[in-house]
Structure formats: structure tokens, C-alpha cells
């Protein structure tokens, strides 16, 4: 019985190179696909006996059916932790050309995700209170004549109503000339004056638990140990509001940003002070009275007291200028330091305290009025201007 040769198919007349390694073949790929089908093999061509592992795919053997078959149970039947092992000892793809930076990624960032989702709450929050100032509070803090605030008037009701007819509303703002003739005439008269300055520090640490927790505080503003609180401290608190009901005039913010007058209103109500009883007057006073060229009159011929850390150098520049400085107190090391401060202040003579201590300021100033009868200003970082030389006196 004459046997029938069975039509196998030949590789292609170039052989491809042999793996290095049994590990580097991919064994989750049929066999049938690597076997060029198009080159059938001539009806009695010579056959080889020769068996092998690979069979007929490297050897066109009889054996190629049985090869095919054990080989190919042998891939599908090998277990998934096998075949992840074999791909992951394949050699990876290397770019023949370096990748162009757009399809770079980016490496992954090493900011935990708590505090990238708390920074990116905090931008957002930026971002919304920065729109909601240029969409509308901007608008209202210029169109409001200069001396007078609305206490408790929202946006929402300027643009219904119209500030025309909510002027009788409000609040009418002591002038710098009239700040500055009461203080003239209280240095004159030997009387207790006193003039403190609200801003955003002094606001801060007022809202401690009144209108902002105080654990938030700090989060909120950062700055404020800088400045000479460090929240929470409800101490301080009390002590700033009770140095601002005794105080002569207090300034206070014409700015509409969120941490102002948005704030200074609930505050005032929240620590039980009418502001409409109040005498007031900007929170910039300090830099009202050197830009109408009031502050060189007032400091001329007068014993000056200067408090704060920028006192040494301000006492310098002052007396190369003519002015007379009795007295120099520094550094004030925040609101525990307030006791010490007011007690030097009171073996000084002196007629005008000028303090620029941070928020301690507005405790010292009140102070030096109630406690010693003379006369103190909030000075603030116009201290600062006027070392560096920014402000010329």
C-alpha cells in the first residue's frame, strides 16, 4: 500500500532567526500564524525522519500536525501567572526615535492626594473669590465716594436699590484733617488720643470663634504670627476688642474684599460694638496724613516714643531729619509682649507714640492712652516705607 504524502506547507525561502532563549518566545501566540501558508511543499518531496521539540516548523517533518497540536495545547492550557511571567521576560519595545515632548507623560506627582485635593481647593476658592470681586465688589468699592462705608449692605442690594439712594445709610468717616487737628490739640492738651487701625490681620484674629472657627483661622490666614497672633488665641481676641472699644478713633477698611469690610461687620456684631457709636476713620489714616504732608507737621517739634521692631532704624533716619525721638522700645515679641511694652513706654517722656508693632499695635496704642493719658498712633508699615527709604519725610 503506497502512502499518500501529506501536503504540509513550507516556511518562506528566508528563514527568520531563531529565538536566543525559550523564555523569549511568546507562547500565547498560535503556532498556525507563524507558518507562511503560501508555499505549499511539492507532491514527493523528501521528507526527514529527524523529530524535534519544535517539529515541523523549523524542520518540515511528518510530524508537523502532532507538533502543531501539542504545541498549541501546551500555550492555551499553560496557566495565566505562567504566561504573564514568559511576557514580562519578553524584550520591550525601544523607540527608534526619541519620543517628541507632547507625548512625553508627565512623571507622577509626589504630593500626597489629601493635600493636592486640599491646594486645589484652596486655588478654586482664589479663583472664585477673585471673580466675585471683579464681577461686582469692585464695582461698588468705586463707585463709593471717599469718606463713607455702608455697614451690612450686600451687592446684591447696591445693584437693586443703587447707591444714590443708600447713601443716607451710611456712615460718615472722620477726615484725615480732622484726625489730624484732634491729635494736634490733644499732644497741646496733655489728653489721653488714641488712634488704631483695623485690617485684615486685626479682623482675623477678632472673627476667632465668633465668626470663623478658630482651628480655620490659621488656615486662613497664614500670616498671622507673623503679625503677632498665633491662633487660636481667644485671649488676644478679648484684648483687641476691648482696646478698640477704648480707643478715640478707629480705622477701619474701605477695601470690599472678602477679609474687610465683608468681615469687619459680622465682627463688630459679634463682639457687641456699634459701629454707628463709633468714631472711625479709614484703616490707611497712617498714610493718609503723609500724603496730604500732615505727618511732617504733626512730628515737628514733638518728644516722639517709637515702638516696634523697626524702631532703631526709623529713630536714625528721624533724627538725621531735625525730629526729636526720646525714646525707643524694641523688639515687641507679639501680644505676650504687651505688658513689658506699656510699662517701658510708661518711665518715657514723651508726647506722640508712634507704634508699629503688628496687631499688638492696636492693644499698645489704646493702652498708652487709657493707662498713661498721652498720645499714640497705629503707625503701621509706614515705618517701613520710611527706613527703606521708599517714603521720603
Known amino acids: 500500500m503506497v502512502r499518500r504524502p501529506t501536503p504540509i506547507y513550507a516556511l518562506p525561502s ?5 529565538p536566543a532563549s525559550r523564555a523569549l518566545v511568546d507562547r500565547r501566540t498560535p503556532i498556525r500564524a ?6 505549499p511543499i511539492r507532491a514527493g518531496a523528501s521528507m526527514s525522519k529527524r523529530k524535534s521539540r519544535r517539529g515541523s516548523i523549523w524542520t518540515g517533518t511528518q510530524s508537523r500536525k502532532r507538533s502543531l497540536l501539542k504545541r498549541r495545547s501546551r500555550t492555551y492550557n499553560r496557566r495565566p501567572l505562567e504566561r504573564e511571567r514568559l511576557t514580562a521576560e519578553s ?3 525601544q523607540a527608534e526615535y526619541p519620543l517628541s515632548p507632547e507625548a512625553v507623560v508627565p512623571a507622577a506627582s509626589t504630593v500626597e492626594p489629601h493635600q493636592h485635593d486640599r491646594r486645589s481647593a484652596q486655588w478654586e476658592d482664589e479663583v472664585r473669590e477673585e471673580a466675585i470681586f471683579a464681577a461686582g465688589e469692585e464695582l461698588y468699592e468705586k463707585a463709593m465716594p471717599y469718606g463713607v462705608i455702608l455697614p451690612d449692605i450686600s451687592l446684591r442690594d447696591v445693584i437693586a436699590a443703587g447707591v444714590e439712594q443708600l447713601l443716607p445709610l451710611g456712615i460718615r468717616l472722620t477726615s484725615t484733617a480732622e484726625v489730624f487737628n484732634e491729635l494736634e490739640n490733644a499732644i497741646r492738651d496733655r489728653t489721653p488720643y488714641s488712634i488704631v487701625r483695623l485690617g485684615d490681620g486685626e479682623l482675623m484674629a477678632l472673627a476667632q470663634d ?15 504670627p507673623y503679625a503677632g497672633v498665633t491662633p487660636p488665641d481667644i485671649a488676644s481676641r478679648n484684648l483687641l476688642a476691648t482696646a478698640i472699644r ?4 478707629v480705622g477701619v477698611p474701605l477695601s470690599r474684599r472678602k477679609q474687610f469690610q465683608p468681615l469687619l461687620f459680622p465682627v463688630l456684631r459679634g ?11 479709614s484703616s490707611t489714616i497712617n498714610y493718609s496724613l503723609y500724603q496730604e504732608g500732615l505727618l511732617q507737621r504733626l512730628l515737628q517739634g514733638k518728644s516722639l516714643l517709637l515702638i516696634g521692631n523697626a524702631s532703631p532704624g526709623l529713630a536714625e533716619l528721624l533724627t538725621a531729619r531735625g525730629y526729636r525721638v526720646t525714646g525707643v522700645i524694641a523688639p515687641v515679641r507679639g501680644m505676650a509682649d504687651i505688658d513689658r511694652v506699656v510699662m517701658e513706654a510708661g518711665g518715657a517722656d514723651f508726647d506722640l507714640a508712634l507704634v508699629a508693632a503688628g496687631i499688638p ?8 492712652a487709657t493707662e498713661l493719658g498721652k498720645a499714640a498712633l497705629d503707625f503701621g508699615h509706614l515705618a517701613d516705607g520710611i527706613t527703606k527709604r521708599e517714603l521720603s519725610l
Open 34 to 39: 507563524l507558518v507562511d501558508r503560501r508555499t
Open 14 to 18: 528566508r528563514k527568520p532567526a531563531r
Open 91 to 93: 524584550p520591550s519595545y
Open 361 to 368: 499695635a492696636v492693644v499698645i496704642a489704646s493702652r498708652i
Open 210 to 224: 465668633i465668626v470663623i472657627p478658630a482651628e480655620q483661622t490659621a488656615a486662613q490666614a497664614a500670616f498671622l
Open 271 to 281: 463682639h457687641h460694638l456699634d459701629i454707628r457709636s463709633m468714631r472711625i476713620t
Open 246 to 249: 477704648q480707643a478715640t478713633i
